[in-house]
């Protein structure tokens, strides 16, 4: 984590308290009382205990925008933006050697540990911060909190074993990977390989791709064309890391990706994660036959790379903490202990221009493309802070993202009310021409090929202009009818801009529909790929039918099949989203392309690819990364390389037991554990996991969770009378699942 520029005093005293030479702590313990219901409709109440030094004047913390009231009066709650809140109380200096008990309703259901506070620091009488402790009550305690009056989502326990049950499959045989090959011939004789050999054949004019690996020998020889053999090697490599040096079948491997584009785009913005992570990511990837990485270093949360000549973009952008007007550094989102200049956590932190053409020139070396991606004009208020800063800091307004007098009345889906530029000034288009040539510039210095800068373009709320003069009038001299034609605008001039650069445009799927066919003609020729990500399939406004029909190239990124981000099931503990339905390595296996959109003759080659999401609202750290990305990718990386069925979920699972978490345990990766199923057969319960002879179970029957030294499951267990729940916890190689809960 590097940071540039000059420190402000007030800066620098956040960093001094957050330092502390003062031994005093403080602790903050979360819990909610539950779900219910009036006839206002639903709430939870949530409880902060605060114990320890309370010589302070306001509790700051992070949590998901909700409608909130503070239930003793004597405390005031303030939202400083969308996701940023404090209390204030003269309660915390009264209470000394006493604790203090803040209960607040949120007008919402509590459905997932995710949704909880997080963020939490004190607000000191000189404006300073100090961290504190915090920990969270268990949601499970008493399960029936976790439910309303009309639902149950905590995942049952019996249906859990029926689909672990479902899971058991025959040890995968010598050729089975993940992605699958496309032909396996086993020939005469056996091997064991311990060579690789290269040769380089003139690529087939339909797949450039196309390759083969020919066991023979105690040789793997590999065919391939020259572009792609990088990536044949690596396929090559792994295949014989997984014989373990034993001997195998002589075989001959034939195979090819069905899609061109075969993406993961990770979100450095809302949480930050560092080059070697990174890196870490992308031997991930390519391991999987991936060959993009979508890289999403700015939204309204943060701006994560050095742009040349916007020094500003970084010092002001990625820099999070206590502020009420994003003057210096942006206000907390999402997580962090109140100081912009932290090193500890997720909140702050950039990639200088030498950490990203590194990057470039790794992915490069294994065959990957990174398509960088500059959120506009929506998603854009980390951008438009600094611009500001920079435009109070030198008088300079040509490169200003909105405009004084600007009475526009808008919320964006994540809540904020100021995160969109303006597309009538010329000094917004000054700006992202910057970035552009900063990136272009970036690129031609790693020597790598930019495949594309995409430009965002989604969720742009409704009202973003209407109170914008410049816009209006840019309206009313150009014909341009309402907003949405004005968004249209915008992006024909960015498309127009990059392709004078001899650039290719990329977009969510908002920047093509509902757009003239006059707009589809001009801004397709030069587009790169269009993501579509909303769950409609069988209309034909569906937004991925609009790619299609305005002959664009489409990436299949749907949010009910390839979002990373989402929660792996409904079960409160889990770590994720949950406002789509939940995504796990089945889900995304199940992303068949004609259910996902519907396609008319001739569609098939405008499918340019998938690709899987992993937005960082949720994530805390580089290991809650990777498991939100393992095993759940592998899914999507079997449907990016074969587009028709292979692997039933038990074949799939047992690769996934027998050949990949022993990788990524060699490599120091982290995963998620699937929980335990439980069986209530005569009074007997059963238990299984869907890694059948791996790991162990422990459970109790007194209500508590079961740690790892409760009671090992060797078999049936005889259930007492008076129990009330059996709790089962899968551990395996030093990691744990949720717990499940049979309530009797």
């Given at each position: 984590?590097?940071?540039?520029?000059?420190?402000?005093?007030?800066?620098?005293?956040?960093?001094?308290?957050?330092?502390?030479?003062?031994?005093?702590?403080?602790?903050?313990?979360?819990?909610?009382?539950?779900?219910?219901?009036?006839?206002?409709?639903?709430?939870?109440?949530?409880?902060?205990?605060?114990?320890g030094d309370l010589d302070f004047d306001r509790l700051a913390f992070n949590q998901y925008p909700r409608v909130m009231k503070s239930l003793n009066p004597a405390d005031t709650?303030?939202?400083?933006?969308?996701?940023?809140?404090?209390?204030?109380?003269?309660?915390?200096?009264?209470?000394?050697?006493?604790?203090?008990?803040?209960?607040?309703?949120?007008?919402?259901?509590?459905?997932?540990?995710?949704?909880?506070?997080?963020?939490?620091?004190?607000?000191?009488?000189?404006?300073?911060?100090?961290?504190?402790?915090?920990?969270?009550?268990?949601?499970?305690?008493?399960?029936?909190?976790?439910?309303?009056?009309?639902?149950?989502?905590?995942?049952?326990?019996?249906?859990?074993?029926?689909?672990?049950?479902?899971?058991?499959?025959?040890?995968?045989?010598?050729?089975?990977?993940?992605?699958?090959?496309?032909?396996?011939?086993?020939?005469?004789?056996?091997?064991?390989?311990?060579?690789?050999?290269?040769?380089?054949?003139?690529?087939?004019?339909?797949?450039?791709?196309?390759?083969?690996?020919?066991?023979?020998?105690?040789?793997?020889?590999?065919?391939?064309?020259?572009?792609?053999?990088?990536?044949?090697?690596?396929?090559?490599?792994?295949?014989?890391?997984?014989?373990?040096?034993?001997?195998?079948?002589?075989?001959?491997?034939?195979?090819?990706?069905?899609?061109?584009?075969?993406?993961?785009?990770?979100?450095?913005?809302?949480?930050?994660?560092?080059?070697?992570?990174?890196?870490?990511?992308?031997?991930?990837?390519?391991?999987?036959?991936?060959?993009?990485?979508?890289?999403?270093?700015?939204?309204?949360?943060?701006?994560?790379?050095?742009?040349?000549?916007?020094?500003?973009?970084?010092?002001?952008?990625?820099?999070?903490?206590?502020?009420?007007?994003?003057?210096?550094?942006?206000?907390?989102?999402?997580?962090?202990?109140?100081?912009?200049?932290?090193?500890?956590?997720?909140?702050?932190?950039?990639?200088?221009?030498?950490?990203?053409?590194?990057?470039?020139?790794?992915?490069?070396?294994?065959?990957?493309?990174?398509?960088?991606?500059?959120?506009?004009?929506?998603?854009?208020?980390?951008?438009?802070?600094?611009?500001?800063?920079r435009y109070r800091k030198t008088g300079d307004a040509s490169l200003r993202l909105i405009e004084d007098g600007d009475v526009s009345t808008y919320t964006s889906a994540q809540g904020f009310h100021d995160n969109v530029m303006n597309p009538?000034?010329?000094?917004?288009?000054?700006?992202?021409?910057?970035?552009?040539?900063?990136?272009?510039?970036?690129?031609?210095?790693?020597?790598?090929?930019?495949?594309?800068?995409?430009?965002?373009?989604?969720?742009?709320?409704?009202?973003?202009?209407?109170?914008?003069?410049?816009?209006?009038?840019?309206?009313?001299?150009?014909?341009?009818?309402?907003?949405?034609?004005?968004?249209?605008?915008?992006?024909?001039?960015?498309?127009?801009?990059?392709?004078?650069?001899?650039?290719?445009?990329?977009?969510?799927?908002?920047?093509?529909?509902?757009?003239?066919?006059?707009?589809?003609?001009?801004?397709?020729?030069?587009?790169?790929?269009?993501?579509?990500?909303?769950?409609?399939?069988?209309?034909?406004?569906?937004?991925?039918?609009?790619?299609?029909?305005?002959?664009?190239?489409?990436?299949?990124?749907?949010?009910?099949?390839?979002?990373?981000?989402?929660?792996?099931?409904?079960?409160?503990?889990?770590?994720?989203?949950?406002?789509?339905?939940?995504?796990?390595?089945?889900?995304?296996?199940?992303?068949?392309?004609?259910?996902?959109?519907?396609?008319?003759?001739?569609?098939?080659?405008?499918?340019?690819?998938?690709?899987?999401?992993?937005?960082?609202?949720?994530?805390?750290?580089?290991?809650?990364?990777?498991?939100?990305?393992?095993?759940?990718?592998?899914?999507?990386?079997?449907?990016?390389?074969?587009?028709?069925?292979?692997?039933?979920?038990?074949?799939?699972?047992?690769?996934?037991?027998?050949?990949?978490?022993?990788?990524?345990?060699?490599?120091?990766?982290?995963?998620?554990?699937?929980?335990?199923?439980?069986?209530?057969?005569?009074?007997?319960?059963?238990?299984?996991?869907?890694?059948?002879?791996?790991?162990?179970?422990?459970?109790?029957?007194?209500?508590?969770?079961?740690?790892?030294?409760?009671?090992?499951?060797?078999?049936?267990?005889?259930?007492?009378?008076?129990?009330?729940?059996?709790?089962?916890?899968?551990?395996?190689?030093?990691?744990?699942?949720?717990?499940?809960?049979?309530?009797?």
């Amino acid at each position: 984590m590097k940071f540039t520029g000059a420190i402000s005093a007030f800066t620098l005293a956040l960093a001094m308290a957050s330092c502390g030479s003062s031994p005093k702590t403080t602790q903050v313990k979360w819990e909610t009382l539950g779900n219910y219901s009036d006839e206002s409709g639903n709430y939870y109440i949530q409880r902060m205990t605060v114990t320890g030094d309370l010589d302070f004047d306001r509790l700051a913390f992070n949590q998901y925008p909700r409608v909130m009231k503070s239930l003793n009066p004597a405390d005031t709650l303030i939202e400083i933006i969308p996701n940023y809140y404090c209390i204030a109380s003269p309660r915390f200096r009264e209470a000394q050697g006493d604790s203090v008990v803040i209960e607040i309703r949120v007008n919402d259901v509590m459905r997932s540990i995710c949704y909880a506070p997080d963020g939490f620091h004190r607000v000191n009488a000189d404006g300073s911060t100090s961290p504190v402790e915090f920990s969270f009550g268990s949601l499970t305690a008493t399960p029936e909190l976790y439910s309303t009056a009309d639902e149950d989502r905590m995942p049952k326990a019996d249906e859990i074993y029926s689909f672990n049950e479902s899971l058991v499959a025959e040890t995968p045989g010598d050729y089975e990977a993940i992605p699958s090959f496309k032909k396996v011939t086993l020939t005469d004789g056996e091997s064991t390989v311990s060579d690789i050999k290269i040769v380089e054949k003139v690529a087939d004019p339909s797949n450039g791709e196309k390759y083969t690996i020919t066991i023979k020998d105690n040789v793997a020889t590999v065919e391939a064309a020259q572009a792609f053999m990088k990536n044949a090697r690596r396929r090559a490599e792994d295949l014989i890391a997984g014989f373990s040096g034993q001997t195998v079948p002589n075989a001959v491997v034939e195979d090819e990706p069905d899609f061109r584009y075969r993406g993961v785009m990770i979100d450095i913005s809302r949480n930050y994660q560092t080059p070697e992570e990174l890196n870490r990511i992308l031997d991930m990837l390519a391991r999987y036959g991936f060959n993009h990485l979508h890289f999403h270093f700015n939204d309204d949360d943060a701006w994560r790379l050095d742009i040349p000549g916007l020094p500003e973009l970084v010092e002001v952008g990625a820099r999070r903490g206590y502020t009420l007007d994003d003057a210096d550094f942006l206000v907390q989102i999402h997580a962090g202990d109140g100081n912009p200049d932290s090193t500890e956590g997720t909140a702050n932190g950039y990639f200088t221009q030498d950490d990203f053409i590194a990057m470039l020139q790794y992915a490069d070396s294994l065959g990957i493309k990174v398509l960088p991606e500059v959120e506009s004009p929506g998603h854009g208020r980390a951008a438009i802070k600094a611009m500001e800063n920079r435009y109070r800091k030198t008088g300079d307004a040509s490169l200003r993202l909105i405009e004084d007098g600007d009475v526009s009345t808008y919320t964006s889906a994540q809540g904020f009310h100021d995160n969109v530029m303006n597309p009538a000034l010329e000094s917004t288009y000054k700006f992202l021409e910057t970035v552009f040539d900063g990136l272009i510039d970036m690129y031609a210095r790693a020597g790598v090929e930019l495949p594309a800068i995409h430009i965002g373009g989604d969720e742009v709320p409704h009202g973003a202009w209407g109170g914008a003069p410049s816009v209006i009038k840019y309206k009313e001299e150009n014909g341009v009818a309402n907003d949405h034609d004005m968004h249209a605008v915008f992006n024909r001039r960015l498309s127009d801009y990059l392709a004078s650069k001899g650039v290719k445009v990329s977009g969510w799927q908002e920047v093509v529909c509902g757009r003239s066919d006059d707009y589809n003609k001009a801004v397709s020729a030069n587009t790169y790929s269009v993501n579509s990500w909303t769950q409609s399939l069988t209309s034909p406004d569906a937004p991925s039918r609009q790619a299609l029909d305005g002959n664009y190239p489409l990436i299949l990124s749907n949010v009910n099949r390839f979002y990373l981000d989402m929660s792996s099931s409904y079960h409160p503990d889990e770590r994720g989203l949950t406002w789509s339905t939940p995504v796990d390595e089945f889900v995304a296996l199940g992303g068949y392309p004609e259910d996902l959109v519907v396609l008319q003759p001739g569609d098939r080659e405008k499918i340019f690819g998938l690709s899987g999401q992993l937005f960082s609202e949720t994530v805390r750290s580089a290991a809650d990364e990777e498991m939100r990305l393992l095993p759940k990718m592998l899914g999507l990386a079997e449907r990016a390389w074969n587009s028709t069925p292979t692997y039933t979920d038990a074949g799939f699972n047992a690769v996934i037991a027998d050949r990949e978490i022993p990788h990524w345990e060699k490599e120091g990766y982290n995963y998620h554990l699937r929980q335990p199923g439980i069986k209530v057969v005569d009074g007997k319960a059963l238990m299984n996991v869907p890694y059948a002879g791996k790991g162990e179970i422990r459970y109790t029957l007194d209500g508590s969770d079961p740690a790892a030294s409760s009671e090992l499951y060797t078999g049936e267990i005889e259930i007492p009378a008076d129990c009330k729940q059996i709790r089962a916890t899968y551990f395996l190689n030093g990691k744990q699942s949720v717990v499940t809960i049979a309530r009797l």
